[in-house]
């Protein structure tokens, strides 16, 4: 398996960087795209690698927010073909690709601050043809899953990080039930995608232990959400990350600079960090 970043919040090259996330990765010889970024600056960095985007055979949504998902329409453009997997989830419609539009950040002490951060309006009607939806434990291809949160009582999470939907006229703590995690076998171990992992790395690691229990778990790759946590509760996530005998973490994008710093401390060795332009081959 060989994955290369295509966007990141840092580059240590000549490529764009943006708040936001995209990943190519190839896999015994399936082209997949993990996200698409914030706007079409993953493209670009993909030509300069010589990257053809037009070969990729399936995208995945890791969830349903902006700097993930509003440079979808730039990969239709450039792709003719490929489906898109977004999670089906019990807070959204799948029958209606619109109501997944509907993510916020927003402060029940501050209402009229409320701000949306989900995936641009209209995309996902306008290339509905191209969307598909991953129920529950969901085969990709041989060796390729996709896979919802398992851990109960999310919302607590998605309350605390000010992350809400809107339903019947009332705000609701998010519980990321549109949150996926993409995972691979390798000859090393499980290998987990999870752009932001807002229901918790740890939490995440063990959902898929608990899923694959009869296989080894080898890396964890993604942002982690923790640029706006404090030193108590990174150094509290790390010690909980090394707690699941996980070998490799690969972090970026929403982990924040200092985060990284103490993530580093803990983690030493096991840990990298992700840019523009970055692989891994495992």
């Known amino acids: 398996m060989k994955a290369t970043v295509l966007i990141d919040n840092i580059t240590k090259n000549d490529l764009a960087a943006e708040w936001g996330l995209s990943i190519y990765i190839e896999y015994n010889g399936h082209k997949i795209l993990l996200d698409a970024g914030t706007t079409g600056l993953f493209a670009e960095n993909a030509k300069i690698l010589d990257i053809d985007l037009a070969e990729v055979e399936c995208g995945v949504l890791s969830h349903a927010h902006y700097d993930h998902a509003d440079g979808m329409d730039v990969f239709f453009e450039i792709n003719e073909k490929a489906p898109f997997y977004l999670r089906s989830s019990s807070y959204f419609d799948a029958t209606s690709t619109a109501s997944l539009e509907n ?80 995972v691979f076998e390798t000859d090393k171990g499980l290998v987990i995608f999870n752009s932001c992992s807002h229901g918790g790395a740890d939490n995440i690691i063990r959902e898929i232990e608990m899923t694959f229990p009869d296989k080894q778990m080898y890396a964890i790759i993604g942002g982690f959400h923790l640029y706006k946590s404090s030193e108590e509760e990174v150094r509290a996530l790390a010690g909980r990350i090394k707690a699941t005998g996980i070998e490799k973490v690969v972090t970026g994008h929403c982990t924040g600079e200092e985060a990284y710093k103490i993530l580093e401390e803990e983690l030493g060795d096991s840990l990298e960090q992700l840019f523009s332009g970055f692989v891994i081959e495992i």
């Open 103 to 182: 993510c916020y950040d927003y402060d029940k002490n501050e209402p009229e601050s409320a701000r949306y951060i989900g995936i641009k309006k209209g995309t996902l009607d306008t290339y509905k043809d191209r969307i598909r939806f991953a129920d529950g434990d969901y085969e990709l291809f041989p060796g390729v899953y996709l896979i919802p949160h398992k851990t109960e009582g999310l919302e607590s999470i998605g309350e605390k990080a000010h992350m809400y939907i809107r339903k019947d006229e009332q705000w609701i703590p998010d519980d990321y039930s549109h949150e996926q995690s993409l």
